[in-house]
C-alpha cells in the first residue's frame, strides 16, 4: 500500500498530482503544518517534521521532488519517465533546476504577499524575489519555443514537477508572467490536466 502524509494545499499537493496522474491506489493522511508535522507519531516517520512524506510499501522518503522521481520512475516507465536516458537525466535536472532555482525566489514573493500576516509582509522583499525570478523564467520561455512541454512534444514528470513549483504564484494572483507568453500558455496547457484537478477540486 501506497501512504502519502501531507494536504494537497502544501508540498504534499505535487506528489498527490504524481500518484493521480500515474494513476495508481495510494491513501492520503491528511497531516497538515506545525502542530500536526510536529507531533512525535508523525516524526518518526518523517524525522524533519515537514510534508510531505512517503511510505511506498515500506521505504519511507521525504522531499517532494525525490519522492516524484521515486514514483515516476517506478510506475511511469515509458510515460511521465520518458524512456530515453538522457531525457530521464533532464527530468532530473529540470526538477532540481525547479527547486533551486524557481522556488526559492517564488517563495520570497509568496510569503511576502500573501502567506504572512499582513503586518510581516515586505514589499521590498516580494520585488526582490520577483526580480530574482525574471531570469529562470526566461530560461524556460527560450525552451518553450519549439515545443509544447519542457522535453518535447510529450508531458513528462519534468513539466509536472516544474509546473506544481512556478504555478503557486499565478494560481494564487501574485506573480504576472504576460511578459512570458510561451510559459504562461505552458501553465495552462499543464494545468488542464484531469489529474490535477483530482487533486483540487474546484
Ligand atoms: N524541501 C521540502 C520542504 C518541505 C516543507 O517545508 N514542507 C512544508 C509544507 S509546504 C512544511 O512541512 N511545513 C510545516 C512544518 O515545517 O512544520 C520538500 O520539498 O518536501
Given at each position: 500500500?501506497?501512504?502519502?502524509?501531507?494536504?494537497?494545499?502544501?508540498?504534499?499537493?505535487?506528489?498527490?498530482?504524481?500518484?493521480?496522474?500515474?494513476?495508481?491506489?495510494?491513501?492520503?493522511?491528511?497531516?497538515?503544518?506545525?502542530?500536526?508535522?510536529?507531533?512525535?507519531?508523525?516524526?518518526?516517520?518523517?524525522?524533519?517534521?515537514?510534508?510531505?512524506?512517503?511510505?511506498?510499501?515500506?521505504?519511507?522518503?521525504?522531499?517532494?521532488?525525490?519522492?516524484?522521481?521515486?514514483?515516476?520512475?517506478?510506475?511511469?516507465?515509458?510515460?511521465?519517465?520518458?524512456?530515453?536516458?538522457?531525457?530521464?537525466?533532464?527530468?532530473?535536472?529540470?526538477?532540481?533546476?525547479?527547486?533551486?532555482e524557481v522556488?526559492?525566489p517564488l517563495?520570497?514573493?509568496?510569503?511576502?504577499?500573501?502567506?504572512?500576516?499582513?503586518?510581516?509582509?515586505?514589499?521590498?522583499?516580494?520585488?526582490?524575489?520577483e526580480?530574482?525570478l525574471k531570469a529562470p523564467l526566461q530560461v524556460l520561455e527560450d525552451?518553450?519555443?519549439?515545443?509544447?512541454?519542457?522535453?518535447?512534444?510529450?508531458?513528462?514528470?519534468?513539466?509536472?514537477?516544474?509546473?506544481?513549483?512556478l504555478?503557486?504564484g499565478?494560481?494564487?494572483?501574485?506573480m504576472?508572467v504576460?511578459d512570458t507568453?510561451?510559459l504562461?500558455?505552458?501553465?495552462?496547457?499543464?494545468?488542464?490536466?484531469?489529474?490535477?484537478?483530482?487533486?483540487?477540486?474546484?
Amino acid at each position: 500500500m501506497i501512504k502519502l502524509y501531507g494536504i494537497p494545499a502544501s508540498r504534499a499537493g505535487r506528489c498527490l498530482w504524481m500518484l493521480q496522474e500515474l494513476g495508481l491506489e495510494y491513501e492520503n493522511v491528511p497531516v497538515s503544518f506545525l502542530g500536526d508535522s510536529r507531533k512525535p507519531e508523525y516524526l518518526a516517520i518523517n524525522p524533519n517534521g515537514h510534508i510531505p512524506c512517503l511510505d511506498d510499501n515500506g521505504l519511507i522518503l521525504f522531499e517532494s521532488m525525490a519522492i516524484n522521481l521515486h514514483l515516476a520512475r517506478t510506475y511511469g516507465a515509458g510515460g511521465i519517465w520518458p524512456a530515453d536516458e538522457a531525457d530521464q537525466s533532464r527530468v532530473i535536472q529540470w526538477s532540481i533546476w525547479g527547486m533551486t532555482e524557481v522556488e526559492p525566489p517564488l517563495m520570497t514573493v509568496l510569503m511576502n504577499r500573501a502567506f504572512l500576516p499582513e503586518p510581516q509582509r515586505d514589499e521590498t522583499k516580494a520585488e526582490a524575489g520577483e526580480a530574482g525570478l525574471k531570469a529562470p523564467l526566461q530560461v524556460l520561455e527560450d525552451v518553450l519555443k519549439d515545443r509544447d512541454y519542457i522535453l518535447g512534444s510529450e508531458f513528462t514528470a519534468a513539466d509536472l514537477n516544474v509546473h506544481s513549483i512556478l504555478s503557486w504564484g499565478p494560481a494564487l494572483g501574485r506573480m504576472d508572467v504576460s511578459d512570458t507568453a510561451r510559459l504562461a500558455r505552458w501553465l495552462t496547457r499543464c494545468g488542464e490536466r484531469p489529474s490535477l484537478a483530482r487533486v483540487y477540486p474546484s
